[in-house]
C-alpha cells in the first residue's frame, strides 16, 4: 500500500508511472473509477477531441461559461507549466494540498487495481482519476475533459454523462496509434459520441466531417458542422484578434493566431446549444456574456508574445496542420519581419515535413533536443534534416544557448534596419522552459 502525505510523493508516484507508457483501452480506468466510487458519474461533462485546437477551444468554452456563473473544471493535457497544471476550476489550478490528497486517494484504489491487472494505471489515467474526483469535491457544474490522444480508446471516454460533444480540427498526429488515413484518425476522434449526444464539429474537411456525420447517424446524436470564422484585424497583436461570426462582427478574441478563426466558433457554437436545450442550468447565454469570455480567454503557448523588445512569440506548433496553420500567421501577423526560429520535436512526429513547411518564412532556424525515452529527437538530427530546406540552420546544445544565439541574430539583423521576431514552436514539453528563461532574461 502506496503512503502519500507529501506533495514531493504525490508527484513522485504519478511521475514513476509515466514508465508504463501509453496503452489505450477503457479495461483500466473503468475499474480504478469504480474502486474510487465512479466520481465521474456525478459530474456533467464537455468532451472535446480533435488533432489542434482542443486546448484553445476548451478555454474559450471555459471563460464564457464562468462569464455565465458557472463553476467550471477543465482537465487538459499535457501540463504546461507543471505537474499540477492539468486541473483548474474557473481558471484557478488546483493546490498542492488538493493534489496531495487527491492523488493518495487514487494511489489506495490503484495498489488494489495492481493485483487484478498488471503494473496498474498508466500514469494518464491516474491523472484523469485525479481529476474527476477533484471536480467532485470542488462541486463543478460542468466540466471540460479534454481527451488525451484519439478519443475512442481514450481513458476520458469512461465518463457517460456528456452534455455533449467538440471535435475540433482533425489532421495526422499519432498515425501508429490512430491509423494513417484521415478517416481512420477521425473515426478515433468521434469515438467520444455517446447516443443522443449534440456533437458540436468543425467542418472544414469533407472526409473527416462525412465520418462525424455517420457516427452521429448510428448514435442517433445530432450534428451542429460549424464553419471557420472571418479574421478582421490582425494590427492587435499581442492583444489578441478580431473575428466575424455566427451573426456577430467585430468579436475580440484575446487568442492570437489565424487557427483560433476555428477554435473560437466551435467553443459558441457548443456554449449556445447547450443553453438552447437548458442544459447550463438556466444560466443566461446572451451575445454580451460571449464576448466577454472570449475577450477574457487565457490559454498560453498559442502564438503567445512573452516578450515586446524584442519580439518572442512561443507557439505549440507540433505536427503538420499545426506548422501550416503557423506558417499562415507568421505571413498575416508579421508581413516583412525575418523570423529567427527556435524549434524541438519529437521523434514520432512528422518533423521533416514541418520544417520544410515553416521554412518558406524563416531566415534563421535553431534546432534544440527533445528528451522523453524513445520519442527523443537530438537537435543535431533535426538540425541535419532542415538544412536541406533552411540555408542557415544552427544546433544549439541547450536551450539558454539557443536563446543566447537568437538574441544575437536578432540584434544583427535589427543593426542592418530588418524587422526581427524569434518564434520558439514545437513540443510543448520544452516551451514552459523556454518561456521561464525568456522570462529570466527580462529582469
Known amino acids: 500500500m502506496v503512503d502519500i502525505t507529501e506533495f514531493e510523493q504525490a508527484c513522485k508516484y504519478v511521475k514513476e508511472a509515466a514508465a508504463l507508457g501509453s496503452r489505450p483501452g477503457l479495461g483500466r480506468i473503468e475499474r480504478l473509477c469504480e474502486l474510487l466510487g465512479n466520481p465521474q458519474d456525478d459530474l456533467k461533462f464537455i468532451h472535446v477531441a480533435g488533432t489542434n485546437g482542443k486546448g484553445s477551444t476548451a478555454a474559450m468554452m471555459e471563460s464564457i461559461l464562468c462569464c455565465a456563473g458557472l463553476r467550471v473544471g477543465m482537465y487538459y493535457s499535457p501540463a504546461l507549466t507543471g505537474i499540477c497544471d492539468h486541473f483548474r476550476v474557473n481558471g484557478e489550478l488546483i493546490d498542492m494540498a488538493d493534489y496531495t490528497r487527491t492523488v493518495a486517494e487514487v494511489a489506495k484504489a490503484n495498489s488494489k487495481l495492481k493485483k487484478e491487472s498488471p503494473h496498474g494505471a498508466t500514469q494518464f489515467e491516474i491523472e484523469t482519476a485525479v481529476a474527476f474526483l477533484y471536480f467532485r469535491k470542488k462541486s463543478c457544474d460542468v466540466v471540460i475533459l479534454e481527451c ?3 478519443g475512442r480508446d481514450d481513458a476520458t471516454n469512461v465518463v457517460e454523462n456528456k452534455l455533449c460533444c467538440v471535435i475540433t480540427s482533425v489532421g495526422f498526429d499519432h498515425m501508429y496509434q490512430l491509423g494513417h488515413t484521415i478517416k481512420q484518425i477521425a473515426a478515433h476522434k468521434a469515438g467520444i459520441i455517446t447516443t443522443d449526444c449534440p456533437v458540436i464539429a468543425l467542418n472544414n474537411k469533407e472526409e473527416v466531417i462525412d465520418v462525424i456525420r455517420k457516427r452521429c447517424n448510428k448514435t442517433g446524436s445530432a450534428l451542429y458542422p460549424v464553419s471557420p470564422a472571418v479574421g478582421e484585424d490582425y494590427d492587435m497583436f499581442p492583444m489578441g484578434q478580431a473575428m466575424s461570426f455566427d451573426g456577430m462582427e467585430k468579436v475580440i478574441v484575446s487568442l492570437a493566431g489565424t487557427y483560433q478563426t476555428e477554435n473560437a466558433p466551435l467553443a ?3 456554449v449556445y446549444v447547450l443553453a438552447a436545450k437548458g ?8 451575445e454580451a456574456v460571449i464576448r466577454e469570455g472570449l475577450k477574457k480567454t487565457k490559454w498560453p503557448y498559442r502564438f503567445e508574445c512573452i516578450c515586446a523588445n ?9 505536427n503538420i496542420d499545426a506548422a501550416i496553420a503557423l506558417k499562415k500567421t507568421i505571413k498575416e501577423y508579421l508581413p516583412g519581419y525575418k523570423i529567427i526560429l527556435i524549434i524541438g520535436i519529437f521523434a514520432d512526429k512528422e518533423y521533416e515535413k514541418i520544417v520544410a513547411t515553416l521554412s518558406d518564412v524563416v531566415e534563421i532556424m535553431i ?3 527533445t528528451k522523453m525515452k524513445k520519442r527523443s529527437l537530438s537537435a543535431s538530427r533535426l538540425a541535419s534534416c532542415a538544412q536541406n530546406y533552411c540555408s542557415q540552420v544552427f544546433a544549439s546544445p541547450n536551450l539558454k544557448e539557443a536563446y543566447k544565439s537568437a538574441l544575437s541574430f536578432a540584434q ?5 534596419g530588418e524587422k526581427t521576431g524569434v518564434i520558439a514552436c514545437g513540443s510543448l514539453s520544452y516551451l514552459a522552459r523556454f518561456t521561464r528563461i525568456v522570462l529570466e532574461n527580462m529582469k
Open 279 to 286: 442544459m447550463l442550468d438556466g444560466c443566461e447565454i446572451n
Open 367 to 369: 534546432t534544440v533536443s
Open 148 to 150: 488525451g490522444m484519439g
Open 268 to 270: 459558441v457554437k457548443a
Open 310 to 318: 524584442p519580439m518572442v512569440i512561443v507557439d505549440g506548433a507540433h
Open 412 to 416: 544583427n539583423l535589427s543593426d542592418k
